[in-house]
């Protein structure tokens, strides 16, 4: 109980410190350890890991997934607020200034800013060896979801927080490339000093199988950078793992559910009905998929912002304690689908988009239940655009639909002013205003 009650402790005080880096005071406390002091000890380090996966599960996570949920017309927004209206206008209207595009940016430096810190403390305090390697590995995992996730967003990001604020930024395929080695050395380290119960009991939970992570992300990422057969080999990883744990966010009556909270908990926002898609995207009458994740009718959207008509909110957000994906098996099995297309081996592309379509038996509940693909497998085209749609519907919610949307339709024109019912209303974010005002390494933000 001493034990668990110091890591309480240390946990609110090490977010507390990253989240007001910022800020000076005039005063210390002397009953408070210094951060040098809490990141310079073990129980310090592990204090920061669950700290890490508490603040980025519960905010981060959110704003990674709302935000291009909103862009791409996953979400529709039921309630006045700017943020969120701003985001489903989208195109040149939406300012610098909003915080729809200030949060996930804040959110992420934040997480990622204490993943460097864990990763610089393992590597200086004294630890067995597959403690460090397991400390090591978890921190590039979060670094690497964080950079992941902040160029699937904005066109250029800083791979390194910096203590003056003044990060360098660096290019998508950089930042891409940090992505799969910090996730590579991870998975290396853990292969040649597995980690040390000590670590697994003091920092993982039981619905977290960290190797198959690492390699979910892994596979994600060397598909975006076009690495199609390195995306193939770490999605055979996953699928072909002899562990049958599934890798969760958890929730708890303190720790709640943040997308259940935007949703079925407030006013705010609502999964639009048929998840956003039109024409051609349209689910296919008896998709599984479609129950799964939503409800019975649920209104319109503000006028404003499009007045799609909305559905109740199911599936990985229904309750405030529902476990979220921290990635979904099909997810691996469209990543080797698309892999295969792009590399002209239809047929294989082929057979595994139909692993998804006749999908029954998924651990997570998310099974189409449909025929097998009908469609031209000759057609390079239609494959992949096949593949996008069941990404779509398959992975609702992830904050990925951005991603895809770029890469499959890569020609589509946003239109400058403000759209509504488009595929997607920006291509990337401005960079927020915040930013550009404390940093003079800020690129000029994109046109659209």
Not at 242 to 248: E, P, Q
Not at 280 to 304: K, M, Q
Request: proline letters at 5%.
């Amino acid at each position: 109980m001493k034990n668990s009650k110091t890591y309480k402790f240390l946990i609110v005080l090490l977010i507390t410190s990253f989240l007001f880096t910022g800020c000076e005071t005039e005063f210390d406390n002397p009953n408070n350890p210094s951060e040098e002091v809490v990141l310079g000890t073990k129980e310090g380090l592990f204090a920061l890991s669950i700290g890490i996966r508490q603040y980025y599960s519960t905010a981060t996570l959110r704003q990674v997934i709302e935000a291009p949920g909103i862009t791409t017309r996953e979400l529709g927004v039921t309630n006045t607020f700017l943020n969120i209206n701003e985001l489903a206008r989208g195109g040149a209207e939406l300012p610098s200034e909003s915080g729809g595009i200030t949060n996930p940016w804040v959110s992420l430096l934040k997480t990622k800013g204490m993943a460097e810190s864990l990763i610089e403390g393992a590597n200086n305090v004294e630890l067995t060896s597959g403690t460090r390697s397991g400390l090591i590995a978890y921190g590039n995992l979060f670094k690497a979801m964080s950079l992941g996730y902040m160029i699937q967003m904005y066109e250029q990001a800083p791979i390194n927080n910096a203590a003056d604020g003044a990060a360098p930024f660096s290019d998508r395929a950089t930042v891409l490339a940090e992505c799969i080695r910090l996730l590579e050395d991870a998975r290396d380290g853990l292969t040649t000093s597995p980690m040390s119960q000590e670590f697994e009991s003091k920092v993982l939970w039981s619905n977290f199988d960290m190797l198959k992570t690492i390699n979910a992300f892994l596979s994600r990422y060397q598909l975006i950078a076009g690495n199609y057969t390195e995306s193939i080999s770490a999605a055979d990883a996953v699928l072909n793992s002899t562990s049958t744990v599934n890798s969760m966010w958890v929730y708890d009556a303190n720790n709640q559910n943040p997308i259940w909270n935007r949703t079925v908990n407030s006013d705010d926002l609502n999964p639009q009905s048929n998840f956003g898609l039109q024409g051609a995207y349209i689910p296919e009458a008896g998709d599984g998929r479609v129950s799964f994740y939503l409800g019975a009718a649920a209104g319109n959207a503000n006028a404003d912002a499009g007045g799609q008509p909305l559905s109740e909110m199911l599936g990985f957000f229904e309750t405030g304690t529902t476990p979220i994906p921290i990635y979904l098996p099909g997810e691996m099995m469209l990543n080797k689908a698309e892999a295969y297309a792009r590399t002209d081996q239809l047929d294989k592309a082929v057979i595994q988009l139909n692993l998804v379509r006749q999908k029954n038996n998924d651990p997570l509940g998310v099974n189409a239940n449909l025929g097998a693909w009908t469609g031209n497998e000759s057609s390079k085209t239609d494959i992949l655009e096949e593949i996008y749609k069941n990404r779509c519907i398959e992975m609702f919610l992830t904050g990925m639909r951005l991603e895809d949307s770029r890469r499959f339709h890569p020609d589509f024109v946003v239109p400058m002013e403000t759209n509504t019912t488009n595929e997607r209303n920006r291509n990337f974010y401005p960079y927020p205003f915040i930013e550009r005002e404390n940093n003079p390494n800020t690129p000029a933000d994109p046109v659209i």
